[in-house]
């Protein structure tokens, strides 16, 4: 079956690793604007050199470059019955692009899942990854600036797709297959069946 989701919650939530699962579980692509981006970045492309500032700082990439990305992306084949939308959209800007691609395209979006994770928590699990990972953005003041547009551009989004009717929220704290597991449930309950 076609599933179109997407999953949203500030920095360091465990979109990334919730994305992965639930990309195989469903068989559909997830796509996540992070890492293309990073890609981009360090294959020194055109799109990764005007990229890098922003990201390095913390700040969202112009929405005209992600648009762009965006769209050349669920334009490929692999997007045409379905996919998981990770760290996109992220501005209200975004999110009129995609549902005017969606209606070009005759679809839309059927389950918008917000990951909610405590801030302290979410700090402290990047101040582990950057030890981990040594993600340039990962650096603690520059995570409080991604907690802060977060908070700031991305967060007004939640209400967008709760009066629409599409949201689910479910509890990023815990077990990573616990969790995996609150999504599956939540995802069942809107009629996405995951399988095991
Ligand atoms: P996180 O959600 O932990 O901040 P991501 O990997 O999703 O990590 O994003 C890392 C960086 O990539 C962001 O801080 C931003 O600079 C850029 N980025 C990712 N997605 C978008 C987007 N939809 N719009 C603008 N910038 C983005």
């Known amino acids: 079956m076609s599933a179109r989701l997407l ?3 500030p920095p360091g939530a465990g979109k990334g690793t919730q994305a992965a699962r639930l990309r195989d579980m469903l068989r559909v692509p ?12 360090r294959e020194e492309t055109p ?9 390095d700082a913390g700040d969202n990439v112009p929405d005209s470059l992600t648009n762009d990305l965006v769209r050349d ?7 045409a019955s379905g996919f998981l939308l990770d760290g996109y959209p992220r501005t209200l800007d975004q999110v009129a692009y995609l549902d005017s691609f969606l209606a070009e395209h005759d679809t839309a979006m059927d389950v918008v899942v917000e990951l909610v994770a405590d801030p302290d928590v979410v700090v402290e699990r990047l101040r582990q990854r950057a030890l981990d990972q040594g993600r340039s953005d990962d650096d ?13 551009q ?4 939640i209400g967008v797709y709760e009066e629409r009717g599409l949201l ?8 990573i297959d616990e969790v995996t597991g609150r999504i599956a449930s939540a995802l069942a309950e809107r009629g996405v069946v995951v399988a095991g």
């Open 47 to 55: 799109l990764g050199v005007k990229a890098k500032a922003y990201m």
């Open 140 to 152: 603690e003041s520059v995570v409080r600036h991604r907690l802060e547009i977060y908070r700031q």
């Open 30 to 41: 997830a796509i996540s604007t992070g890492d293309i981006f990073r890609q981009n970045v």
């Open 154 to 157: 991305t967060a007004p989004l």
């Open 73 to 79: 992306r669920l334009e490929q084949a692999d997007c």
């Open 7 to 9: 999953l949203i919650g």
């Open 168 to 175: 689910v929220k479910v509890d990023g704290i815990g077990e």
